[in-house]
């Protein structure tokens, strides 16, 4: 199983501010997921990263893919209450196309 | 269609008891797969489904575990014989995958299935 480590684990700031969330592994995938989830609620995908060195901009969200294809980065501008949640990566296992390894996840909570 | 559907929403149940949960994929996904979540943990992947061929059952947690889809549409996880151990969420998201092996798996994930064993 390719082991999916994200960091930091908690993560508590006040609306306005901005953050970053990393998701590491000794493992190369052939693409990396970002998921938010909220309590009692399935995740919801957020994007999808693929080429090495990617950039993807979702709003205020900024989702970069390593070079190497061994990690990924999660950039929020001017945090809001509305972005508490816990954000996980998830990443293709090896060849098969259909296993999703996920981290632990970043809980992160925003308050006014 | 709005997304995967999980049904029940929530489940508690007598250890020792069986239980099934049910999942309606997205219309046009051909691919099902199931997770399970324990608290502050990621989903943890137990098996999926190309149509309706169980292609891949090895994780699934122990022989108490079965899922079937048996028309290629909607899917039953069922857990015979509860234990408290099996309490978690059960997620189930589908995917639309082209040819053989995808190397872009994208799911979406439904709302899940909160099981209590008491």
């Known amino acids: 199983t390719q082991l999916l480590e994200q960091s930091p684990q908690f993560l508590s700031i006040q609306e306005g501010e901005n953050l970053t969330v990393y998701c590491n592994s000794s493992s190369v995938f052939s693409s990396l997921q970002w998921y938010r989830q909220e309590p009692g609620e399935g995740p919801v995908l957020l994007v999808t990263?693929?080429?090495?060195?990617e950039v993807k901009k979702l709003k205020r969200l900024t989702f970069q893919f390593g070079d190497a294809r061994k990690d990924s980065s999660l950039h929020i501008t001017a945090a809001q209450p509305g972005d508490t949640g816990l954000y996980l990566c998830?990443?293709?296992?090896?060849?098969?196309?259909?296993?999703?390894?996920f981290g632990k996840g970043t809980s992160l909570l925003v308050t006014p | 269609d709005t997304g995967v559907s999980q049904n029940p929403r929530h489940k508690i149940t007598k250890r020792g008891q069986n239980v099934t949960f049910r999942c309606d994929p997205i219309s046009e996904h051909n691919r099902l797969y199931w997770y399970r979540q324990t608290l502050g943990q990621g989903p943890e992947f137990l098996t999926y489904f190309q149509n309706e061929a169980q292609l891949e059952k090895s994780r699934l947690l122990s022989d108490r575990f079965s899922a079937e889809r048996p028309k290629g549409s909607f899917s039953t996880l069922e857990i015979q014989r509860t234990e408290q151990g099996d309490s978690a969420m059960y997620l189930c998201?589908?995917?639309?995958?082209?040819?053989?092996?995808?190397?872009?798996?994208?799911?979406?994930f439904g709302q899940g299935t909160r099981l209590t064993v008491v």
């Open positions: 998201a589908s995917s639309l995958t082209f040819g053989g092996v995808s190397l872009n798996t994208e799911a979406f």
């Open positions: 998830a990443g293709a296992e090896g060849n098969s196309g259909y296993a999703l390894n």
């Open positions: 990263v693929v080429t090495g060195g």
